[in-house]
């Protein structure tokens, strides 16, 4: 089976073919440039380095998130057209169980994690990335300190206790319906711990 793959949900867009198992070509672009310019030209680069037409693709991938909003947006669309255009199946893949994912034959615990630096932790900025690695930390912060939820938001983009509260609430949640989620948690516990 050969697959049509694509992540555009960081700075750096990359499309990937494979026959499955074997990667037959790939394509990576870190210039600056918005993925509407660039991805398009990246299938075509990465069908024609495998030599093989959209007709010979057999399903479509495209990383759906954790990750840039807008990325996403592209690239969801872009496969979706493509799908819809070649009448082939198309499937979205999580940012972190693809990190994951290269870990699949090893005997151990994965925590993925996307990079989130402090200055876009204390922004305003709302993507998904940011929003649960924000909230994750305020989590952790009123779960294991004695400091005043004030203190937390203050220090975290000068929040207030009531979005410290109703972050640690999202992630209580976040980790009661998803297993993956809580598994990872408790990992970036037990590594705090120690």
């Known amino acids: 089976m050969k697959i049509l793959s ?3 949900s960081a700075k750096t867009a990359s499309v990937a073919v494979t026959d499955g198992e074997t990667l037959l070509s790939e ?12 991805l398009m030209p990246m299938i075509d680069n990465a069908l ?14 495209v990383n759906a998130g954790p990750g840039s909003f807008t990325g996403i947006r592209i690239g969801v669309a872009a496969i979706k057209g493509l799908a819809l255009a070649s009448d082939k199946p198309c499937s979205g893949v999580s940012t972190l169980e693809a990190i994951a994912y290269n870990f699949i034959d090893e005997n151990v615990v994965v925590c993925a994690a996307m990079d989130v630096d402090k200055e876009r932790m204390s922004s305003s900025e709302r993507t998904r990335e940011v929003a649960i690695a924000r909230q994750l930390a305020m989590y952790l912060a009123k779960k294991h300190t004695k400091q005043p939820l004030t203190n937390i938001g203050a220090a975290i983009g000068g929040r207030n206790h009531a979005t410290v509260l109703h972050s640690s609430k999202t992630i209580a949640n976040l980790m009661d319906t998803e297993k993956l989620f809580r598994q990872q948690v408790e990992q970036i516990e037990k590594s705090l711990m120690n």
């Open 6 to 8: 694509i992540d555009t």
């Open 27 to 38: 394509c990576f672009v870190n210039a600056g440039l918005t993925h509407s310019k660039t």
């Open 48 to 61: 024609t380095q495998a030599d093989l037409k959209l007709d010979d693709i057999d399903a479509l991938c």
